[in-house]
């Protein structure tokens, strides 16, 4: 995989720690920390993706390529510190990898291990810094794990904190409290969670973490829940590919009341998942969903947008005071392995 910014560079990390939070039996907890350094010019931001779930394989590493965009404004010498254990390890493991290196035996450093003193956990931690400004990539990432609250894995915990100052006493701010992110029980279907967890989504509007908005939803939720499931089939064969799907209409009683759906406009962004973890859409989605007969339902198709892997709907005559959400999810049946 290549990737050429900070922002999808951690995104990929995240997703990562998702999937070994995922294989794990016990519950775990998904960590980002942004840690600025405004004392440096231009101000350093020290980002650390940490996860207690099983060791990390380090070839999942071997096929991350970072080719810079000349036009960013991040400054990263291409470094991540890796450290890494398994329950099943006596030491804990440490190395430098280098993502900018093309040659495969300079890529990865291993440093001295230290030891675990018989204590027994698992986990991974990625650290980098980069010279550059914290806003943006706060609220990059805060919106890509926002949508991945929407899944509500049930063994996975996921929070976001920023921190500013240099000092110990410095500002400390959860933007994605742990404990607003505990799931639903191990019982629940995926689609039962993608439901609830797009529900939890739209009230809040998908563009902050906050509580509901009670300028649109004041008088009580106004929604109408539609879901689905199907299995992926190619020549007769069942290939083990799993589409859910889930779709939210909202509703106001008042369309006169100020509120955030004016800012939405006739658009809906299709939310895309592949394997527990925000994607770009497929293809094949886009033709799956170009080929709904909307009308049926009472909806009028204008128009599909792929935007950098987006996928935008939008609608024709649809009321001022009506907004809609779509959510999306492939994941292979048995998964994880």
Request: some cysteine; aromatic content about 8%.
């Amino acid at each position: 995989m290549e990737v050429s910014s900070v922002q999808q560079l951690c995104e990929h990390l995240i997703s990562s720690a998702i999937q070994r939070c995922r294989i794990a039996d016990h519950l775990c907890r998904l960590s980002v920390l942004l840690k600025s350094s405004p004392s440096f010019e231009p101000p350093l931001v020290r980002i650390s993706v940490s996860d207690t779930g099983v060791g990390s394989c380090l070839e999942e590493f071997q096929g991350l390529k970072y080719t810079m965009d000349p036009t960013s404004a991040e400054k990263w010498d291409g470094v991540l510190s890796l450290t890494t254990t398994g329950f099943g390890d006596d030491e804990i493991y440490h190395y430098h990898l280098n993502l900018k290196e093309n040659t495969s035996t300079r890529r990865l450093t291993k440093l001295p291990s230290s030891s675990k003193n018989g204590a027994t956990f698992s986990g991974t931690e990625l650290n980098l810094s980069i010279f550059g400004t914290l806003d943006g990539l706060r609220t990059k990432l805060t919106h890509f794990l926002g949508k991945m609250l929407i899944l509500k894995n049930h063994n996975v915990v996921i929070e976001l904190a920023v921190e500013c100052g240099d000092f110990p006493a410095s500002r400390c701010e959860n933007i994605v409290p742990a404990n607003e992110s505990i799931a639903l029980s191990s019982a629940t279907s995926n689609i039962e969670r993608l439901k609830s967890g797009l529900e939890e989504y739209v009230v809040k509007h998908g563009n902050s973490l906050s509580d509901i908005c009670h300028s649109c939803f004041s008088d009580g939720l106004h929604l109408k829940v539609g879901s689905g499931v199907a299995c992926c089939t190619e020549s007769h064969r069942n290939t083990g590919q799993v589409m859910e799907a889930v779709i939210i209409i909202s509703e106001l009683s008042d369309p006169t009341t100020p509120c955030c759906f004016r800012a939405c406009d006739s658009k809906t962004e299709v939310l895309y998942f592949k394997d527990f973890s925000p994607f770009s859409i497929s293809q094949a989605a886009l033709n799956g969903l170009t080929s709904i007969d909307w009308k049926s339902y009472g909806l009028t198709l204008r128009s599909i947008a792929d935007q950098d892997g987006y996928a935008f709907l939008e609608w024709e005559n649809l009321p001022e005071n009506t907004r809609i959400d779509l959510v999306l999810h492939c994941y292979h049946k048995e998964y994880p392995s």
